[in-house]
């Protein structure tokens, strides 16, 4: 077997001095030395070949670091080049192989290990590049959370995100350029967060401590109906429990929200774990307009909004994993649509709450088969000076996986 022919290489802020000897003859013997800009000046002492600093658009780079498959080539990269790194997106291009990895720690090790943090017990994010409404689902009593920025102004937007959201006690550490001689760390309470002067490079610690009321996103489906903006199209909390069950997510799949209304399904299925897609479908521009909104209050602003009417907004999309009708299922071509799209082995789930959607899923059930379930709930209500159930209009929910 042939040596690999390209070596990724993990480097702090130490520089030089931070590389392994097998790092630094790597590095010295490479014919090309991809990069940052930071990295490559770090390094430049051992540096004997071609330097080439990252370009924009990134994957420029990637077609650049592959044309010169055979030769000596060494790529300078933060930390672990495979958390939240460029080894990552080598990866799904070169063959690993191919391939020599030379991990630095990460800026999540290095800060845990100051803080005295086991690692294990700690939320790790990357908000660098991303929006810091990521964290909202983490934000939980007691958490901590170490969240990489990505620049000197981050700090000081997550702790106003944290005081907006009621978590305003919260302690933010900012840990700068660690492992080098600039590193530093402070800490502030959220609310009264004033640091100045923060380095570009840094990294948030966050103790999560919630005042009264603070906007906390429980990890059970159900969400309470008052965390979605709405004008009346959502689908109820011990509903969409029900639903969520049965639309059984699994990692990695994407759903078709169609009808999506408040979004609250769609939302609610992205929570269930980061790997999961949502594309939802919503004619009413005003109620688009709200979803983008709750998918950004609930943590999962990479919910992706379609603008239409179905069945023709479904054209062109990718296909799903399963599908949730919600609303304008008894629309002319929807559900034929909806079925013909999923993919082999998905789950579709439709609800009615009107006659004429309940006609339909009762063909369909005749036709296809499936689960057809009825769901009825009642709550306690004031009448007059008491109390009595006061039944909600029921659900008819038809289940069906394609075969």
Known sequence: MTDPWLTIIGIGEDGLDGLSPAARTALSAAEIVFGGARHLELAAAAITGERHPWVSPFPTNIDAILAHKGRRVCVLASGDPFHYGVGATLARRVDPAEMRVLPHPSSFSLAAARLGWPLQDVVCLSLHGLPLDLIRPHLHPAARILALTSDETGP????????????????VTVLEALGGPRERTRSQMAELFALTDIDPLNICAVTVVPLPGARILPLTPGLDDALFAHDGQITKR????????????????????????????????????????????????????????????????????VEGRAPQALADLEPPDAIFVGGGGSEPGVMEAALAALRPGGRLVANAVTLEMEQVLLALHASHGGDLTRIAVSRAEPVGSMTGWRPAMPITQWRWSKP
């Open 156 to 171: 000081a937007v997550l702790a106003a995100l944290l005081t907006e959201a009621g978590f305003g006690r919260s302690i």
């Open 238 to 305: 011990d509903i969409r429990a029900l639903t969520l069950s049965a639309l059984a997510p699994r990692r990695h799949e994407t759903l078709w929200d169609i009808g999506a209304g408040s979004g609250s399904v769609g939302i609610e299925w992205m929570l269930a774990d980061p790997s999961l897609r949502t594309i939802a479908i919503e004619a009413h521009s005003g109620r688009a307009a709200r979803i983008a909104h709750n998918a950004a209050a609930c943590g999962v602003p990479g919910l992706r909004i």
